[in-house]
Nanobody, 122 residues
């Protein structure tokens, strides 16, 4: 069994910063890519940023220059550093792994975390 657990959300004022963490657990052999998504109330879930095993990154236009995704392979952790936060960044943030391979070559597809709430408000 594998699991993704997000943390680091909270209430922050406009212009402030937060760092989200996504920790993968289980007998993991490899995770090619991990993405961050967010879902605001009444809206669809959108891709925010992604990183793969070659450390290639991609960002939504709305967060470019403000958010940075990074990865610690030793800790099976992906971070999302969010700076210059705006009220429109308020959402539940989820991490997602398209595929996780564990010992015994077991493949888990579309693994999602439970989400962490980010609220940007004065």
């Amino acid at each position: 069994q594998v699991q993704l657990v997000e943390s680091g959300g909270g209430l922050v004022q406009p212009g402030g910063s937060l760092r989200l963490s996504c920790v993968a657990s289980g007998s993991i052999i490899s995770i090619y890519a991990i993405d961050w998504y967010r879902q605001a109330p009444g809206k669809q879930r959108d891709l925010v940023a992604g990183i793969n095993s070659a450390n290639n990154t991609n960002y939504a236009d709305s967060v470019k220059g403000r958010f940075t995704i990074s990865r610690d392979y030793a800790k099976n952790t992906v971070y999302l550093q969010m700076n210059s936060l705006k009220p429109e960044d308020t959402a539940v943030y989820y991490c997602r792994a398209p595929e996780i391979v564990t010992k015994g070559s077991i493949r888990y597809l579309e693994v999602w975390g439970q989400g962490t709430l980010v609220t940007v408000s004065s």
